[in-house]
């Protein structure tokens, strides 16, 4: 159980995802926890998991042993000014903002202080997330445990350079709505084949459910997985091969080139 007291700057769905998290796995207690959101109604939803609440961001700051950053890429910089008043370089900053990088966050507290980069995803409101996770070089072993132990309690954690967290930005951060919108065209195509919207959507998503747990549980890579559902001249056969005919690889290559490029432009 960590012992920090652990506070949110910003409390929308992965702030409060995170916190539900720690709550639920009994990494923290209730109380360990404290928030501030300039949204009245997100500040209401954490005290209804009973979390303390600051008035601003500063007093949140100096209440806390490690604070989380979940605004958003474009609010980070008024919300690092706004914290200047309260934070010390004893509190550890943990940032889960996309394309903002540790420099972009020292520059403006100070070299001095402790920085942890973090990249998770929206499955971690069913604690089922994947983060990567990048320290700054002057961050302790420590640091890097209440960190981890953090982002272990809504799912897994890979240690990565901070030159690798783009492209886990590009993975896994934006990873889930690729799957939805692969889902999105399953259900439209079997609704073209007679199917109902409804019985679309069951199958397509209890099939995306299933193919992700035995990739999971099973061990085995996920093209001998694949090889073991395509039989020779099948059904599965010729719907890869029409996939492969229209570039789906090529596709893929470049959908995680273009998020990457555009973490990289949030970090300007």
């Known amino acids: ?26 990494a ?31 007093d949140l700051a100096a209440h806390c ?13 008024e919300a690092l000014r706004s ?9 550890l900053v943990i940032s889960i903002a996309a394309g903002i990088s ?13 920085i942890v980069r973090v990249m998770p995803n929206t499955p971690a409101l069913v604690n089922a997330g994947a983060a990567g996770i990048a ?17 272990e309690s809504i799912g897994i954690v890979e240690l990565v350079e901070e030159s690798l967290i783009d492209a886990v930005t590009a993975l896994s951060g934006s990873g889930p709505a690729y799957f939805f919108y692969f889902v999105e065209c399953l259900v439209k195509a079997g609704v073209v084949e007679g199917l109902t919207h409804s019985q679309a ?3 397509a998503t209890q099939t995306l459910l299933g193919a992700g747990k035995l990739l999971s549980e099973s061990g085995e890579p996920p093209a001998v997985l694949r090889e073991k559902v395509t039989s020779k001249g099948g059904t ?3 719907a890869l091969n029409a996939l492969k005919a229209a570039g789906f690889e090529a596709t893929v290559a470049g959908a995680l080139r273009a998020a990457v490029a555009r973490a990289r432009e949030l970090g300007k």
């Open 102 to 114: 540790i420099s972009f966050i020292a520059k403006r507290l100070g070299d001095e202080f402790r």
């Open 201 to 203: 959507t069951r199958l």
């Open 1 to 26: 159980m960590l012992t920090s007291t652990i506070g949110f700057l910003g409390f929308g769905n992965m702030g409060r995802a995170i916190a539900a998290g720690l709550i639920e796995q009994g």
């Open 65 to 77: 042993d490690a604070l989380v950053l979940a605004v958003k890429p474009q609010s980070m910089d």
């Open 135 to 151: 320290r700054a070089a002057n961050c302790t072993d420590s640091d890097l445990e209440v960190a981890q132990a953090i982002f």
């Open 28 to 58: 923290v207690s209730a109380a360990q926890l404290a928030a501030f959101d300039v949204d009245p109604e997100k500040r209401e939803q954490a005290v209804e998991l009973g979390i303390k609440t600051f008035e601003n961001p500063s």
């Open 83 to 91: 914290l200047a008043p309260g934070i010390t370089p004893k509190t």
């Open 236 to 238: 599965t056969e010729a």
